[in-house]
Each structure stands twice: as C-alpha cells, then as structure tokens.
C-alpha cells in the first residue's frame, strides 16, 4: 500500500513538471508579448515577417521586413485605443530590409500598427492582412529583480500543479 501511494505521488510530481513546462512554452508562444507572424506572397517573392508586440518604452520600436528591392514600404500606426488619426511613417531601405520605426511610449502605452507593402505594378498588401497588430512598451525589468520572481514563480507552479484533487469540504 506504501508502494502504491509513493509511486502515485511521484507520478503526479512528474506530471506536474510535465504541465508546468507545456504551460510556460505555450503562454510564451501565444502571448500578448509574443510578435505576430507569416508569410505572404507578393509578386514571386514570399515575405516572411515578425511584428513585434512589446518594447522597452524610451526607445523607438523598430519595425522590419526583409524583402526585395522592387517593394516599397510604410507603416501605418496609431496609440491603441483610441480614435486617433493613423500616422504614416515610410520605411527606408537598409540593404535587403525595409526599416522605420514607430515613437516610443509611455509605460503600459499600447500602439496598433500594420505595415503596407508596394510593388512597382501596384500590387499592395497590408501586413497583418486581418488586423493591425497590437505593441504594448514596458519599463525595462532589471535581471536581479526578474530571475527571483520566475525562480520563485515555477516551483510555485509545479506545487500547485501536483496537489491531489480533494472533495467538497463538509
């Protein structure tokens, strides 16, 4: 009987670490931080982009996308939300990038932002095509105050995660 428990608690343990693990990937993978990505076809060339989704306030946010010579560039960008006239800043040429960058904002400010691509015959794409994307700046969080807070946060996590299911309490 001692056996049967002690290998059922090692088993939730393990299964603890397990979730606690997925969970960190997939909130890092689809968070509100995570920059938005894809492809799409413009002419024969695939454009892939990353549109970035939080930066450090105090400094511009750039914005690039690699793509060839032929296409232009510009992005078109608001402060989030609100019902502000949208802002269009070109983008430069830097080798095979287009480059531009949209002014920083205040901690917790939020802009909302695309980038719209053009060919020499005209062909235009916005960049998202759904919706604009949404970039959240943040004050920069030194390294001795962050790495207590996740080394605490993880065993917190697997803790939690490995408690035993318990009944309604009478």
Do not use: C
């Amino acid at each position: 009987m001692n056996m049967r428990r002690l290998a059922f608690s090692g088993l939730l343990w393990a299964a603890a670490i397990v979730l606690t693990l997925v969970l960190a990937e997939f909130q890092r993978v689809t968070g509100p931080t995570y920059p938005k990505s894809g492809s799409l076809q413009m002419g024969s060339e695939t454009i892939q982009y990353e549109l970035l989704r939080t930066h450090d306030t105090g400094l511009d946010m750039p914005v690039r996308i690699e793509v060839g010579p032929p296409i232009q560039g510009s992005v078109v960008w608001r402060r989030f939300p609100t019902d502000e006239p949208w802002q269009t800043v070109p983008m430069e040429r830097e080798g095979g990038e287009l480059v531009s960058a949209i002014d920083f904002q205040p901690p917790a400010g939020k802009v909302e932002y695309q980038v719209v691509l053009e060919s020499e015959s005209g062909e235009r794409h916005t960049i998202p095509d759904d919706e604009p994307a949404i970039a959240r700046f943040k004050g920069a969080v030194p390294t001795a105050v962050l790495l207590p807070h996740v080394l605490a946060m993880f065993p917190q996590h697997v803790a939690g995660h490995s408690s035993p299911p318990r009944g309604p309490s009478a």
